[in-house]
C-alpha cells in the first residue's frame, strides 16, 4: 500500500499562468521523488501601471512517500 504526502508551491512567471504552474513544477521535481499528481488550488498576478507584471499559480503537489 502507497501513502502519498501533499505540499504547496507557488510558481511564478512573467508569461503566463500555466507557465507559472510548470516552473513550481519544474522546481519541486529537483527536489521531491515520486510526483503523481497536481491541483491549482489559486492564481493571482502583480500588476504595475495597469499591466500584468507577475503571474503566480499556488498548486498542490502530490508524491508517493518512499520506504
Known amino acids: 500500500m502507497a ?3 501533499v ?3 507557488i510558481g511564478s512567471s512573467e508569461k503566463s ?4 504552474v510548470q516552473e ?3 522546481r519541486a521535481n529537483k527536489t ?3 510526483l503523481t499528481g ?5 492564481m493571482n ?3 504595475e501601471n495597469g ?5 503566480r499559480s499556488h498548486v498542490r503537489i502530490t508524491f508517493i512517500l518512499e520506504d
Not at 499562468?17 to 507559472?20: L, T
Not at 497536481?38 to 489559486?42: A, G, L, S, W
Open 45 to 47: 498576478a502583480h500588476i
Open 3 to 5: 501513502v502519498a504526502r
Open 24 to 26: 513550481a513544477l519544474d
Open 17 to 20: 499562468w500555466d507557465d507559472a
Open 7 to 9: 505540499t504547496e508551491v
Open 51 to 55: 499591466k500584468v507584471t507577475e503571474y
Open 32 to 34: 521531491i521523488r515520486g
Open 38 to 42: 497536481v491541483e491549482i488550488t489559486k
